[in-house]
C-alpha cells in the first residue's frame, strides 16, 4: 500500500485544517486506517480510527470533538478535519492502514505508513 498525505501547514490557534491521505491501492472502504501524531522525543500517539467493519470510529481525548475522521471514496483518500487547533497539537501527522476488520488506537497494529505531513500550530 502507498500513502501520500497532504494538507499540513502553519495556521494560528483557533484555525482548521484539512489533512488527506491518498491510499494508491485498495478501496480506503476496505481498510481500516488511522491518522497518528508525532513530535520529537516522543511516542506516536493515535489521533483517530475508522473500522473497515461497520465504520466504528474511535477519538484520542485531547481531539474529541475538535477533529473528524472520514472516508472520500470519490479520491480515495482518507480526510482529518481538524477544527479549533491548539499549540500543543502540532506534529507530525501521519495516516496507517491495515487490514484487520476493526481499527485499534495502536501503532503496532498498523504495518503500513504514510511519510508524514507537518502541522504547526502558532499561539
Known amino acids: 500500500a502507498q500513502l501520500v498525505e497532504s494538507g499540513g501547514g502553519l495556521v494560528q490557534a483557533g484555525g482548521s485544517l484539512r489533512l488527506s491521505c491518498a491510499h494508491s491501492g485498495r478501496a480506503v472502504s476496505s481498510q481500516s486506517m488511522a491518522w497518528f501524531r508525532q513530535t520529537p522525543g516522543k511516542e506516536r500517539e493515535a489521533v483517530a480510527a475508522i473500522s473497515w467493519i461497520g465504520g466504528r470510529i474511535t477519538y484520542g481525548d485531547s481531539v474529541k470533538g475538535r477533529f473528524t475522521i472520514s472516508r472520500d471514496t470519490s479520491l480515495n483518500a482518507l480526510i482529518l478535519q481538524m477544527n479549533n487547533l491548539r499549540p500543543d497539537d502540532t506534529a507530525v501527522y501521519y495516516c496507517?492502514?491495515?487490514?484487520?476488520?476493526?481499527?485499534?488506537?495502536?501503532?503496532?497494529?498498523?504495518?503500513?505508513w504514510g511519510q508524514g505531513t507537518q502541522v504547526t500550530v502558532s499561539a
Open positions: 496507517a492502514t491495515s487490514s484487520k476488520p476493526l481499527a485499534t488506537m495502536s501503532a503496532s497494529d498498523y504495518p503500513y
